[in-house]
């Protein structure tokens, strides 16, 4: 890995913890996870680096962990992230195997996968946090409450938010003239 790309993921990293950190609650103890955008968006400027995107899943793991404000999220937060991205980069992995994805121009095939890995992602995060946070500490109330008013409502923040900044990543990218 160079130094640029080192960079460029340290930096990401930073920006998604800081976003997490200064996120608030929305109704339970629980917030909409922009780390998890970041994670992602490492993932999808990466490509096909596979140690990367594990490495990136844990560090998030641990940042989201020190800033969960959810009682008892630390070991979930970091199970949550590792599974997420092996997921995650399967499916970026396969989209970028269909061959009817692959004939489509770059702008198109960027939109289907962005459309895909931040919603799908969001929702295997939450749901395997919640599952982890049953198990391991219990949850302040039934899973499928908190899965429709948590996981569903975080899953919309996070398409939006993601579209958003990967735009502003990639953007800033070009302007640095990053070659990946």
């Given at each position: 890995m160079n130094t640029r790309k080192l960079t460029i993921n340290a930096i990401l990293l930073a920006v998604?913890?800081?976003?997490?950190?200064?996120?608030?609650?929305?109704g339970l103890p629980m917030q909409p996870?922009?780390?998890l955008v970041m994670l992602f968006i490492i993932m999808l400027i990466n490509k096909d680096d596979y140690k990367t995107s594990i490495i990136s899943a844990i560090i998030t793991g641990v940042f989201t962990a020190l800033t969960t404000k959810?009682?008892?999220g630390q070991i979930p937060n970091v199970i949550?992230?590792?599974v997420t991205a092996n997921v995650v980069y399967l499916i970026i992995f396969g989209i970028n195997k269909i061959k009817l994805i692959n004939n489509l121009s770059e702008k198109k095939r960027k939109s289907?996968?962005?459309?895909?890995?931040?919603?799908?992602?969001t929702l295997i995060s939450g749901t395997i946090f919640l599952l982890a946070a049953q198990f391991i500490v219990g949850l302040?109330?039934?899973?499928i409450a908190l899965f429709l008013t948590v996981v569903l409502p975080a899953t919309a923040i996070n398409l939006i938010?993601?579209?958003?900044?990967?735009k502003v990543v990639e953007i800033s990218m070009k302007r640095?003239?990053?070659a990946r």
């Amino acid at each position: 890995m160079n130094t640029r790309k080192l960079t460029i993921n340290a930096i990401l990293l930073a920006v998604g913890a800081l976003l997490h950190q200064i996120t608030p609650a929305i109704g339970l103890p629980m917030q909409p996870d922009f780390s998890l955008v970041m994670l992602f968006i490492i993932m999808l400027i990466n490509k096909d680096d596979y140690k990367t995107s594990i490495i990136s899943a844990i560090i998030t793991g641990v940042f989201t962990a020190l800033t969960t404000k959810f009682p008892g999220g630390q070991i979930p937060n970091v199970i949550d992230k590792i599974v997420t991205a092996n997921v995650v980069y399967l499916i970026i992995f396969g989209i970028n195997k269909i061959k009817l994805i692959n004939n489509l121009s770059e702008k198109k095939r960027k939109s289907i996968v962005l459309a895909l890995v931040f919603p799908i992602g969001t929702l295997i995060s939450g749901t395997i946090f919640l599952l982890a946070a049953q198990f391991i500490v219990g949850l302040p109330a039934p899973f499928i409450a908190l899965f429709l008013t948590v996981v569903l409502p975080a899953t919309a923040i996070n398409l939006i938010a993601g579209l958003f900044l990967y735009k502003v990543v990639e953007i800033s990218m070009k302007r640095i003239a990053y070659a990946r």
